[in-house]
């Protein structure tokens, strides 16, 4: 009986497995980004990486050295469904982090996070002779601290929106199967109830607690609102580019505005999708000068030039 029932496991968890073991030893995997589709910090990593490919692409070098360095930041992205992406996470990561995104390169090298992923694209970029993603030691401080506090904040408070009403509830059930297929696709579709209740007391989306998230979320709005005004610019500091601070910022806010560039991740911004109250929100936030600027950035410097995501 016990090993039927192991048996019955591994048979259902075949695919997240293989897709695994092929990331990890297949000598010809191209590099793969593990993630939760719709995750913002899974956006933060995609987008960086988007950008590393886009700036590959388009450097001019006597015959692009036959493609090889092109090549070499080609990526594929394989969406996990939420609860099995710990799988593939604490299997890349040798059990260190059960959370997405993870990126694993051609060599191998495997980054346990969006932060990791970041530097590594700035290394890679500045290879390319770009300029770096961390021009000072406050662009760091400043991707800490969006990441500690508004990427946490925005899930909380973002899930409470759109569980306030069961109207949305198909738009979220949507939201969690795109990129899944199979077994995983098959879980979110017939046990959308227990999981759903599962994040709710994961991450304590709870009124008081989404509230107290709000509060954090308008802090850091307002500092970027501030630090638009003082420095004058396009960006968060006096850059002609946006830095890992930028980027960081409209990835993670982007749960809170809806840019369209971001239908395909997540419901869109439409009065007629959205319960009132949600709508009422994200139209405040787009109007804030922060809210300005991940829209700008998303239709300036959102670029996407790779292989389209895939499952093995």
Partial sequence: MICALIYLLLFCLRQPISSCFRTRYAKDALPTLITIRFSHYCEKARWALDLLQH??????????????????????????????????????????????????????HVLKDSSDILHYVSDELCKLG????????????????????????????????????????????NCWLRGTVGFEKWTQQHFFGPIKALATKGMNIQEQPSLISKQHIDEVFEKVNQMLEEHDGLYLFKTTYPTAADLTFASLAYPMIFPSQCDELIIKYEPNIMSRQMYEQVTAYREQQAGKLVLRMYEQDRVVNRIQPNHI
């Fill in 55 to 108: 700036a590959a692409s388009h450097k001019s070098t006597q015959e692009q050295l036959e493609r090889i360095e092109n090549d070499s930041h080609r990526y594929i992205e394989h969406s996990r469904s939420i609860l099995t992406h710990m799988i593939s996470s604490l299997w890349h990561t040798s059990g260190f982090s059960s959370s997405t995104p993870v990126y694993i390169t051609r060599d191998k």
């Fill in 130 to 173: 770009k300029p770096t993603l961390y021009p000072t030691a406050e662009v760091e401080e400043l991707e800490n601290y969006f990441n500690q506090i508004l990427g946490i904040h925005v899930r909380r408070y973002g899930y409470w929106l759109m569980f306030q009403t069961d109207d949305m509830e198909d738009e979220l059930r």
